[in-house]
């Protein structure tokens, strides 16, 4: 157990829909990280939290957007859902995010998102 | 922008023998962090290994071992006395040292399987 927590653990949903995917880091963590896995991108970087601010994006389309809450947790929010959506969504978290050599990353179980 | 290849995409390997999972990088910086990341069945990304780039001496944890050649921009993970529980995919990941961000960038993984 990575001390990651995200809910829910599955969501099966319809194109065009909206969803909110839930994380909460390890204790004393202040970034929080999104990726997506999919079969044909792999493992991408979407967006990265530092305290309640967006630090780094990566490929996060413009459907989809996500917040780190002042008790550290983190949203990410995907809206006008496409079946190419369909992926392993993760949470990962890490103490401070600056590239410092305490920024080993831990991730959370995932949430798998199907669209239908 | 770096880029990690794996180029084996599968791997077997026979239970108490060792294997060796190859990774190269590309990178124009001179400091940053490798990590090999493990995803068994049930999906969940756990920490293998961690190095960083301006340590000389390979990092070891118990049966795991990396090669880590800095010039050649190469990271490669040797598994010892390999176990059952050991089959999974694995996932060479970097890291930035920048101090923007500490975004992981992965490999597309291999999976490994360990044959009774």
């Known amino acids: 157990d990575s001390g990651v927590t995200q809910t829910p653990k599955h969501l099966i949903t319809a194109t065009g829909q909206r969803v909110t995917l839930r994380c909460s880091p390890r204790?004393?963590?202040?970034?929080v990280y999104w990726y997506q896995q999919s079969l044909d991108q792999g493992l991408q970087f979407l967006i990265q939290?530092?305290?309640?601010?967006?630090?780094a994006k990566g490929n996060i389309l413009e459907r989809f957007s996500a917040q780190q809450f002042p008790d550290l947790h983190s949203e990410l929010n995907l809206s006008s859902l496409e079946l190419g959506d369909s992926a392993l969504y993760f949470c990962?978290?890490?103490?401070?995010?600056?590239?410092?050599?305490?920024?080993?990353?831990?991730f959370g179980p995932g949430t798998r998102l199907t669209v239908l | 922008a770096q880029t990690v290849t794996q180029s084996q995409p599968e791997m077997s390997v026979q239970e108490a023998e060792t294997v060796t999972l190859s990774c190269t990088y590309d990178?124009?910086?001179?400091?940053?962090?490798l990590f090999w990341y493990k995803q068994p069945p049930s999906r969940q990304m756990i920490l293998v290994i961690r190095?960083?780039?301006?340590?000389?001496q390979n990092a070891t944890e118990n049966r795991f071992s990396v090669n880590f050649q800095k010039a050649a921009k190469s990271f490669s993970l040797k598994i010892s006395d390999s176990q059952l529980g050991d089959t999974a995919m694995y996932f060479c990941?970097?890291?930035?040292?920048?101090?923007?961000?500490?975004?992981?960038?992965f490999g597309k993984g291999i999976t490994l399987s360990v044959r009774p």
């Open positions: 190095q960083e780039a301006y340590k000389q």
């Open positions: 204790s004393g963590d202040l970034s």
């Open positions: 990962a978290s890490s103490v401070v995010g600056s590239g410092a050599h305490t920024d080993t990353q831990y």
């Open positions: 990941a970097f890291m930035t040292n920048t101090g923007a961000n500490s975004k992981l960038t």
């Open positions: 939290y530092y305290n309640g601010e967006e630090r």
């Open positions: 990178t124009s910086e001179n400091n940053y962090y």
